[in-house]
Each structure stands twice: as C-alpha cells, then as structure tokens.
C-alpha cells in the first residue's frame, strides 16, 4: 500500500495535522498496516516538496505550535489518478514457495512432501487467524475490513487446493529434472576482423 496517496485520500476529505492523520488512518483502513509517526512526517514532507500539500502553523496555548496539511490542486489531481489508475495484483508465479518447492524436487535436505505439509501447516495457521478475525468484526461499522478478510481467506483457501493438487501429483513431480543447461562454447572467441584503410 502507498503511504503517499492515502495521506492524499485522507487530507482530500478535511486539513489535518501528522499526529491527527495517523490516527485517522488506522480508524478508516483499519488494516494490519503499521505506519510509524515518522513515516508520516517523511511523506509529509516529500509532499510538500512536490507541491502536493501545504499547511498552515496552528498555534495552540498549551503545546507547541503544530503544521495542519491540507491538499492541494495538484495533490487533488494526483489523486484522481491514483484512485483511477487499475490495481494488477500479483498470482505468484515464480515465488518464494514455488522456487523452495521445485528446488525440493531436484535434490535437498528435505524432500517435497515436508516442504508442501510446512506450508500446507502455515496456510491453515493463517485461515485460522483471519477466520477469528472475521468472526469479531462488526458488519455494522467493519464492513470494508470484512471485505478485506474475506479477500484473505478466498486466497489461502485457493492457496491450500493447490498445496492438495501438488500432493496428488507428487509421483510425477518427483520425476522431474531440469533440462540441462546450454552447451558451454569451447576455445577462444573470435575477433572480429579489424578494418584497415591504406593511408
């Protein structure tokens, strides 16, 4: 997620200070999403340079005097873009797991069974989690997080029926070998001809 274009998304609704924006961010995304003060203040700042906000000095009698931001024209129109530009999420191909799981077929400490039943454990730790989630979240007022975990478990349980389909195929994974590589080209490479011109 993008620290930039919320802050944009939350400063288009009303000005606020730093301390105010994080807090309404939790409030609002209220997601498994930590954004420290400081990364706040550092976007803020990158913001301002780019004349995508400004603020005006709030002086207040018992604390010192504070920066309320507020979006500008260019931040509303780079906003609009954000919230119009599409969202490709990624299907894993080619990642961590996968690499781990064919690296497993063609020789290591473990075999593929241990690494699909490690993950296949892991998935159904994290179905649980998000399952209890779920089950506290309040449609009333949670109903964007619900979503959101709803989201979550459709993939961890997509997740899981291919951990179950590798398993099914796992006598003909293990039958796998990786072609071998390129012949490695033998001798000195050729030079190319120099071009030489009769003075």
Request: proline share 8%.
């Amino acid at each position: 997620m993008t620290v930039k274009h919320t802050l944009l998304a939350l400063l288009y609704q009303h000005p606020m200070h730093g301390y105010e924006l994080g807090k309404q961010l939790n409030a609002v995304v209220h997601a498994e999403w930590d954004v420290k003060p400081g990364q706040i203040a550092s976007t803020l700042a990158r913001l301002k340079d780019a004349d995508l906000v400004d603020f005006e000095v709030e002086a207040t009698d018992d604390a010192p005097d504070r920066k309320v931001y507020f979006i500008t024209e260019a931040g509303r129109q780079e906003l609009e873009h954000w919230y119009l530009s599409p969202e490709v999420r990624e299907y894993r191909l080619g990642d961590a797991f996968y690499v781990k799981l064919v690296l497993s077929l063609v020789g290591a400490p473990v075999s593929a069974d241990q690494v699909l039943m490690a993950q296949r454990r892991e998935l159904y730790q994290q179905l649980h989690q998000v399952t209890t989630l779920l089950r506290q979240a309040d449609p009333a007022t949670q109903l964007p997080w619900i979503l959101l975990l709803e989201s979550a478990t459709m993939h961890l349980e997509a997740d899981l029926r291919w951990i179950e389909m590798c398993e099914s195929r796992l006598p003909d994974l293990k039958q796998y070998s990786p072609p071998p590589p390129p012949p490695r080209v033998r001798g000195r490479p050729r030079r190319q001809a120099l071009e030489t011109t009769d003075s």
